[in-house]
T-cell receptor
Framework: DGGITQSPKYLFRKEGQNVTLSCEQN?????MYWYRQDPGQGLRLIYY???????QKGDIAEGYSVSREKKESFPLTVTSAQKNPTAFYLC??????????????FGDGTRLSIL | GEDVEQSLFLSVREGDSSVINCTYT??????LYWYKQEPGAGLQLLTY?????DMKQDQRLTVLLNKKDKHLSLRIADTQTGDSAIYFC???????????FGTGTRLKVLA
């Protein structure tokens, strides 16, 4: 079955440490996204990528970095510069049909906590 | 601004209908979406409506779109306890790869 796989499901970060969240899709989608969700809040866009080897900052990119070396993969690194990283992180992908964005598909999320 | 607005909470009794409302921002958005999020999980696409439609029905779900008022609603008929979740509406304005999500409506179904 096609879908998006995020790993790990739970992740703990020590002070001053960088951690990387994995996101893999086999839907053959061009675009991929990372969102952050805080308790009781909606989704905030961290980074997105329209195509391989290209990505753009979202609304809250500070303290995060991404890469897009393969179509299937869009890992997110939470750096030590992100002072409040505790949140639920969601990866999504989508495609376009005749220039119109089709619905996004989401992974099951990674919950990141500070040790 | 880019704010999609939803009420935060809704409580209904099992078997009743639920109506979740959303006000979106960009009248040129081609598709409008409804997602469901269960605790600790990602977002699951429930349904979506093309902007040239007024209504779309899919089993227990009915979506109504009022383009003039930029108002979208999701009606769930015969609401069950398994429908308890957070429901997000979203839009995707043309000319951008971005999707804009509401803050979510937490639906609680009382047995």
């Amino acid at each position: 079955d096609g879908g998006i796989t995020q790993s790990p499901k739970y992740l703990f970060r020590k002070e001053g440490q960088n951690v990387t969240l994995s996101c893999e899709q086999n839907l053959n989608h061009d675009a991929m996204y990372w969102y952050r969700q805080d308790p009781g809040q909606g989704l905030r866009l961290i980074y997105y990528s329209q195509i391989v080897n290209d990505f753009q900052k979202g609304d809250i990119a500070e303290g995060y970095s991404v890469s897009r070396e393969k179509k299937e993969s869009f890992p997110l690194t939470v750096t030590s510069a992100q002072k409040n990283p505790t949140a639920f992180y969601l990866c999504a992908s989508s495609t376009r049909d005749r220039g119109i964005n089709q619905p996004q598909h989401f992974g099951d999320g990674t919950r990141l906590s500070i040790l | 601004g880019e704010d999609v607005e939803q009420s935060l909470f809704l409580s209904v009794r099992e078997g009743d209908s639920s109506v979740i409302n959303c006000t979106y921002t960009d009248s040129s958005s081609t598709y409008l979406y409804w997602y469901k999020q269960e605790p600790g999980a990602g977002l699951q696409l429930l349904t979506y409506i093309f902007s040239n439609m007024d209504m779309k029905q899919d089993q227990r779900l009915t979506v109504l779109l009022n383009k003039k008022d930029k108002h979208l609603s999701l009606r769930i008929a015969d609401t069950q306890t398994g429908d308890s979740a957070i429901y997000f509406c979203a839009e995707s304005p043309p000319g951008t790869y971005k999707y804009i999500f509401g803050t979510g409506t937490r639906l609680k179904v009382l047995a």
